[in-house]
């Protein structure tokens, strides 16, 4: 196993059978539903270990799919088990619009579960080439030449993460920005960020009314960055 990326532990930083045919496209909602809902007994399955996977920005789903797609034709689903993009929710506020996103924990990255990759073992050396060769996978994240697994505790962390009920909100706007109000009394106000309040989906802004300025709380659809 060699011409591996520079050594970083597995968080720092971020981090032949005949073919057959093809599976049918999945749709994306039966892709993300497969990656969250994996079972606690898969996850920390005796005899499997997850590594990460270091991709080319932006080719992550294409190399979870490609992979995917090889275990298929090549018969190798007891080599190779999961590959997960690692998501969260997050609402995104945009132009007077709420929408839920997803978006990536770790951008260039793939979380994969496989049989232990021993260095020597030839079922290990099949899995690791059928790994490393696919489009756009660069490496594993590695210590050397040997890809280095991630622990119980690391996959738990990651896995609870995508499965938070509550999703986070994006703002556009910092504190401290002008922004103009789109809504409510205060409409074409313009007005500072003074607090964000990401739990409540709430801001505060600072407007000048009568020589003074004045705090207005506000939801984070009624403003917008200047």
Known sequence: MSDEPEPI???SGIIAAEPRKAPPRRRRSDEVDDQEQLPDEEINAPGRRWYFLHTYSGHENKVRNAIRSTVEQ?????????????????????????????????PGYVLI????????????????HLIRNTSGVTGFVSSGTRPV?????EVNHILRAMRMEQPR????FLVGQSVRIVGGPFEDFIGTVDEIDTEKGKVKVLVNM?????????????????
């Open 74 to 106: 090549m018969d190798a689903k007891d080599r190779i088990f999961h590959v997960v993009v690692p998501t969260e929710d997050e609402i995104e506020i945009r132009e007077g619009q709420r929408r839920t996103v997803k978006k990536k924990l770790y």
């Open 149 to 153: 697994p991630l622990s119980p505790q």
């Open 210 to 226: 009568f020589g003074r300025e004045t705090p207005v709380t506000l939801d984070f659809l009624e403003v917008e960055k200047l």
């Open 9 to 11: 532990t597995a968080l």
């Open 169 to 172: 909100v994006r703002v556009g």
């Open 113 to 128: 579960q496989t049989i232990e990759l021993k260095e020597g073992d030839p079922v290990s050396d099949e899995a690791w």
